[in-house]
């Protein structure tokens, strides 16, 4: 009896057991940290890209962005979209690592009706719109699969993706 009473209060390991117990939490709120970080990054890389496009393909001329059409340099669209610039050259590096394709970018143009009203004769859009009967905006859209850090170790999560889409007038500079 004297010999487990004298085992229940020896206190020497009692660190190293908590630290045994405590640790596989703490590495998996570490990683979780890391992981939920380089998520967001992408999704913020994969945002502005997106946006840029869009600006991008919103400064082309009004006779390459025709409405309900294909936009007549949607691989430069596409290019600054996925690089960051319209001319890619051998060498160049998408911006995220695991951007491989063009395809997963979509771009779409549709128009507004900017026909003059029947009894004002105003149109809905001025400006650079005031001639046209139509106001033609792009839509570029990406859905890019995520590639994610835990791949590293193993674990993989398949079917997630950074999807990002962003609108704009085209003003025909």
Request: with cysteine.
């Amino acid at each position: 009896m004297g010999l487990i009473r004298r085992l229940a209060s020896e206190e020497r390991g009692t660190a190293a057991a908590e630290t045994a117990m405590v640790t596989p939490l703490l590495l998996i709120l570490m990683f979780g940290a890391l992981e939920t970080g380089n998520f967001f990054l992408d999704e913020h890389v994969v945002v502005k890209a997106v946006r840029d496009g869009a600006r991008y393909a919103a400064r082309q001329n009004f006779g390459s962005m025709p409405c309900d059409g294909t936009a007549a340099d949607e691989e430069a669209i596409k290019n600054q979209v996925r690089f960051g610039t319209p001319a890619v050259a051998d060498g160049d590096q998408p911006l995220l690592r695991y951007w491989t394709s063009n395809d997963t970018i979509t771009v779409t143009i549709q128009c507004a009706d900017n026909s003059a009203d029947a009894t004002t004769g105003e149109r809905p859009f001025a400006g650079v719109y005031t001639a046209r009967d139509d106001v033609p905006y792009v839509t570029v859209s990406a859905t890019v699969p995520y590639s994610p850090l835990a791949r590293l170790i193993g674990l993989d999560f398949d079917g997630l993706s950074v999807t990002a889409s962003n609108q704009a007038p085209v003003v025909g500079i």
